[in-house]
Nanobody, 125 residues
Framework: QVQLVESGGGSVQAGGSLRLSCAAS????????MGWFRQAPGKEREGVAT????????YYSDSVKGRFTISQDNAKSTVYLQMNSLKPEDTAMYYC??????????????????WGQGTQVTVSS
């Protein structure tokens, strides 16, 4: 199994920045992609950014492109999400996920097998 633990959430004013971290442990050979997803109250979970751990290829949703950056430290089995220019509509529970994917854009939550517990991000106007 794979265990994922997120950290770095919090409250920030619009225009501010936060950095989320996700540390993986266990059978890390089971996945080739990690990603960040978010879910706001009353809304479906949506993909924010994903990265293929071997190639480093990254994918972003249109709503965060240019503002968020996903990166990784393979030695630490950790993925990060740097969030800049935050907006109130970015308010949500943010989840880290890992999965064994076949390639190509991977922003669909159903493609990922392992999930963290989530970390809350709140952006006030």
């Amino acid at each position: 199994q794979v265990q994922l633990v997120e950290s770095g959430g919090g409250s920030v004013q619009a225009g501010g920045s936060l950095r989320l971290s996700c540390a993986a442990s266990g059978s890390t050979w089971r996945y080739n992609s990690m990603g960040w997803f978010r879910q706001a109250p009353g809304k479906e979970r949506e993909g924010v950014a994903t990265i293929y751990t071997f190639s480093g290829s990254t994918y972003y949703s249109d709503s965060v492109k240019g503002r968020f950056t996903i990166s990784q430290d393979n030695a630490k089995s950790t993925v990060y999400l740097q969030m800049n220019s935050l907006k109130p509509e970015d308010t949500a529970m943010y989840y880290c996920a890992a999965g064994a994917l076949g390639g190509g854009p991977a922003l669909t939550p159903q493609l990922f097998q392992y999930w963290g517990q989530g970390t809350q991000v709140t952006v006030s106007s």
